[in-house]
């Protein structure tokens, strides 16, 4: 249980384009849902914090016109990579929890490369 | 500012051994401290996780030990085995609903 579905695995693309990568919880409901990116041999460092209906939270240093989050449903999540450079590139990932003191499930990530 | 450490960055251990790893944070607001598991190209997975009201946690061959008083907590991997090799972090969270602080995660080679 706790399955967590990330949406592509990898995009390549050139820059200035924009980038969606969806997130879903498939067995429970997501009440929120965390953004992470990692760079190589590095560790996961959160960019946002959402809460289904909610505005999301961004951490200190992470553009919120450049990374949009939308949670929209208890199971679905999108991050938009708006006008992607190649600093852009990297290894995004999400979670999802029901809260409640409740683990967190991540998703097996989303390779972007901008070209 | 990394708020959970962890140590060492990368570990070497032979096949049957017992690999440890360690992290140590200062937040005495953490009130829930897991450790996953992350293979190339892939998600974390959660292997196992400890709230501050034991001292140790034991799961299969993984055992979590934390010591409230010096603000640490260890892993422990039991009879270490190739398929263990993968990038292990330690984490912790405030509350429930707030993102987990990660340790920088450490290498582990289990060699055969």
């Known amino acids: 249980g706790a399955v967590v579905s990330q949406h592509p695995s990898r995009v390549i693309c050139k820059s200035g384009t924009s980038v969606k990568i969806e997130c879903r919880s498939l067995d429970f409901q997501a009440t929120t849902m965390f953004w992470y990116r990692q760079f190589p041999k590095q560790s996961l460092m959160l960019m946002a914090t959402s809460n289904e209906g909610s505005k999301a939270t961004y951490e200190q240093g992470v553009e919120k016109d450049k990374f949009l989050i939308n949670h929209a449903s208890l199971t679905l999540s999108t991050l938009t990579v708006t006008s992607a450079h190649p600093e852009d590139s990297s290894f995004y990932i999400c979670?999802?929890?029901?809260?409640?003191?409740?683990?967190?499930?991540f998703g097996d990530g989303t390779r972007l490369s901008i070209l | 500012q990394q708020q959970v450490k962890q140590s060492p960055q990368s570990l070497i251990v032979q096949k049957g051994g017992i690999s440890i790893i360690n992290c140590a944070y200062e937040?005495?607001?953490?009130?829930?401290f897991p450790w996953y598991q992350q293979f190339p190209g892939k998600g974390p997975a959660l292997l196992i996780a400890?709230?501050?009201?034991?001292s140790e946690k034991k799961e299969g061959r993984f055992t979590i030990s934390f010591n409230k008083s010096a603000k640490q907590f260890s892993l422990h991997i039991m009879d270490s085995q190739p398929g263990d090799s993968a990038t292990y972090f330690c984490a912790a969270r405030v509350n429930s609903g707030y993102a987990l602080n990660f340790g920088k995660g450490t290498s582990l080679l289990v060699t055969p």
């Open positions: 400890i709230r501050p009201d034991v």
């Open positions: 979670s999802g929890s029901t809260g409640g003191g409740q683990p967190q499930h």
């Open positions: 937040n005495t607001a953490f009130d829930y």
